[in-house]
């Protein structure tokens, strides 16, 4: 049944409601009275519904009459929302003032160890000159590790004092013992001519003390194209000896590898003229058994390869005296590099 209209009720309703949006303390105190009136049981709704039962006469003066009551609830309503809210936005940014002048929490930056500011350095190098950067897989095939680098299968680094074997032995899993292992895997896949450098772990069953670590990171070389010489292996590691220690002096000696011929370890003179000769590198041409182990003509194509330590460049380049502060792995040596390059 349709409520009927009553405009003595309304205005009533009308004094109640705007005494309610005066009391209002809060958006939320105001929104509940806004439905009581307006809502879809509010007593304004009511009204407004009831005015459609009435007779046609009576129906414009009804009207008239629920347009004023709305239009000054209406008007109080706005007025007083536009209040509360203001001081609602006050009070919140007071409770969420931040004092600036607090001193903050400071978390400790880490900072890149020498092993990896090292690599960055060497990677960056060759790079630049437009070499690739190569991986190769840490559990190694003995075929790419020795056979396919032309060691003997009696050559002493195969024995098990050297080499980590995996089991069961007929796996022919080895950790790899030099970065050299990728040489093969790089011909194999990549096009030639082939000038790329590879970074990486490798295990050989030394013990810790302070110049050997089980476990240290290598940087091989690799250059395959047609007409490459001792002259060419010889400007890249002067260069590269520069380029990580300023102007430096290099000398080749003769070595012996069995994956290069004729081998070399190569010296740097350190610290300059009334310096000394520090070995840094292992290095040759590529032996043209390991280029034919890759299916590669060594009638057409020559190559140069070499090896460093990073423990070593890490070691002389930010004067670190002892392995085991490289593998210790407290926080507080790398700190110290944390401004390297
Ligand atoms: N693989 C050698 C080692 O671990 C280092 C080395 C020597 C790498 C001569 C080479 C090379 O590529 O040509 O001692």
């Avoid at 476990?215 to 060419?232: I, K, N, R």
């Avoid at 390991?290 to 299916?295: D, E, P, Q, Y």
Wanted: with cysteine; charged share 25%; net charge negative.
């Amino acid at each position: 049944m349709n409520a009927v209209f009553d405009s003595s009720d309304l205005s009533s309703s009308l004094k109640e409601g705007l005494k309610q949006i005066e009391e209002a303390q809060s958006s939320k105190d105001l929104e509940s009275v806004h439905s009581k009136y307006f809502g879809s049981q509010g007593l304004f709704s009511l009204a407004s519904k009831s005015i459609g039962s009435l007779q046609k006469e009576e129906r414009k003066e009804a009207g008239e009459f629920f347009g004023r009551c709305k239009k000054e609830f209406d008007g109080a309503f706005l007025k007083k929302k536009e209040e509360v809210e203001a001081k609602e936005e006050k009070e919140k940014l007071e409770s969420e003032r931040v004092d600036m002048t607090l001193p903050f929490t400071r978390f400790p930056m880490g900072s890149l160890h020498p092993i990896t500011l090292a690599s960055r350095k060497i990677e960056a190098f060759f790079t630049s000159l437009g070499w690739s950067l190569g991986e190769g897989p840490e559990i190694e095939h003995a075929w790419y590790n020795f056979d396919a680098l032309n060691f003997p299968p009696d050559h002493p680094a195969r024995q098990m004092q050297d080499t980590f074997y995996l089991s069961p032995e007929e796996s022919c899993l080895v950790l790899r013992t030099q970065t050299s292992s990728t040489q093969v895997r790089e011909l194999i896949s990549g096009p030639l001519p082939l000038y790329t450098a590879s970074i990486g772990k490798v295990f050989r069953s030394d013990p810790l003390d302070a110049f050997h670590s089980p476990v240290f990171h290598q940087c091989e070389g690799l250059a395959v194209d047609e007409g490459l010489s001792v002259s060419d292996l010889k400007g890249i590691l002067k260069a590269l000896s520069t380029y990580l220690f300023g102007e430096a002096d290099i000398r080749l000696r003769p070595s012996y590898f069995p994956f290069t011929e004729p081998s070399f370890e190569m010296d740097m003179l350190l610290g300059g003229e009334g310096g000394k000769w520090v070995e840094l590198a292992g290095a040759g041409m590529v032996h043209p058994n390991v280029l034919k182990s890759a299916g590669v003509d060594p009638g057409k194509y020559t190559g140069f390869a070499f090896g460093i330590g990073i423990e070593r460049v890490a070691m002389l380049k930010y004067g670190v005296k002892d392995m085991h502060d490289l593998v210790e792995g407290d926080e507080r040596f790398s700190r110290q590099f944390a401004m390297g390059e």
